[in-house]
């Protein structure tokens, strides 16, 4: 939303609305899909791909590391 051009303040009013176990469960189901197609040699750098994809779609770092949970190093 930044790159976008919208303020800080709009960005974080809109996120304080939203509900985190929403949040959360969209970020596992979309994290899930990704996850079948990601190439990876290692936990370590699928789960690195992941949090590149999360973070390019707008997530940010905590609430991935939450939903990367359920992948164990």
Do not use: C
């Not at 303020?7 to 899909?33: G, P």
């Amino acid at each position: 939303l930044k790159a976008k051009g919208i303020a800080s303040t709009h960005i974080a009013r809109a996120m304080q609305e939203i509900d985190e176990e929403d949040y959360l469960k969209t970020l596992k189901e979309l994290l899930a899909q990704k996850n079948k197609s990601v190439k990876a040699d290692n936990n370590y750098e699928r789960k690195a791909k992941l949090i590149r994809f999360a973070q390019g779609r707008g997530f940010d770092y905590e609430i991935i590391n939450k939903a990367l949970a359920q992948y164990q190093d």
